[in-house]
């Protein structure tokens, strides 16, 4: 399996523009993490799907942000519009829970930049 | 509320051992787990303890105290690629909250 997958790797976006990030997760895993890093706030749950439906949306910032997962193989995360403070790197994980030990896989990241 | 608390730096030599502590103070407890993530990378897991004493994969131990809220990784025989930063997190089922993270400087 290829592991998660997100595209963009980079944005550089100017503020008010909408920026949508995108993930595949790996293949069979029914979980779906959204989290941001940064150096201020550290690894932050935005928000986490099961079977494609949102379980928790308590770490998503604000209504500029929101996120779908159309099917078990796509993710998105929008913000519109987006503003310099939602400069970070934004990973997307999954994970099957099979074994119980809840270990999520990440994805590469896609570092966005607002101007 | 949710909190947890790990030191930001740790120096050590090639070869030793090092423990990196994490206090937690949260409600519904599942257990914790421990990530790596080295700069520019994506964290990636390490260990997850449920229940209290000691877990051992290879040169690395995680160990849960449910009691006191307290948890840690011990690496041993550190090596040079062990310098990364090392992010202690509790689980509530899936909802995951990380610790800030400890900076592991490994030197020669």
């Known amino acids: 399996d290829a592991g998660v997958i997100q595209s963009p790797r980079h944005e550089v976006t100017e503020m008010g523009q909408e920026v949508t990030l995108r993930c595949k997760p790996i293949s069979g895993h029914d979980y779906l993490f959204w989290y941001r890093q940064t150096m201020m706030r550290g690894l932050e749950l935005l928000i986490y799907?099961?079977?494609?439906?949102?379980?928790?949306d308590s770490g998503m910032p604000e209504d500029r942000f929101s996120a779908k997962m159309p099917n078990a193989s796509f993710s998105t995360l929008k913000i519109q519009p987006s503003e310099p403070r939602d400069s970070a790197v934004y990973f997307c994980a999954s994970s099957s829970n099979r074994d119980g030990s809840y270990e999520q896989y990440f994805g590469p990241g896609t570092r966005l930049t607002v101007t | 509320g949710q909190s947890l608390e790990q030191p930001s730096e740790v120096t050590a030599v090639e070869g030793a051992i090092v423990q990196i502590n994490c206090t937690y103070q949260?409600?519904?407890?599942?257990?914790l787990s421990w990530y790596q993530q080295h700069d520019g990378g994506a964290p990636t897991f390490l260990s997850y303890n449920a229940l209290d004493g000691l877990e051992e994969t290879g040169r690395f131990s995680s160990f849960l105290s449910r009691s006191d809220s307290y948890g840690y990784l011990l690496l041993q025989e550190l090596q040079m690629k062990d310098s990364a930063s090392y992010f202690c997190?509790?689980?509530?089922?899936?909802?995951?909250?990380f610790g800030a993270g400890t900076r592991l400087f490994v030197k020669a």
């Open positions: 949260t409600s519904g407890f599942y257990g």
């Open positions: 799907f099961n079977n494609n439906v949102p379980i928790d």
């Open positions: 997190a509790v689980m509530a089922g899936f909802k995951t909250i």
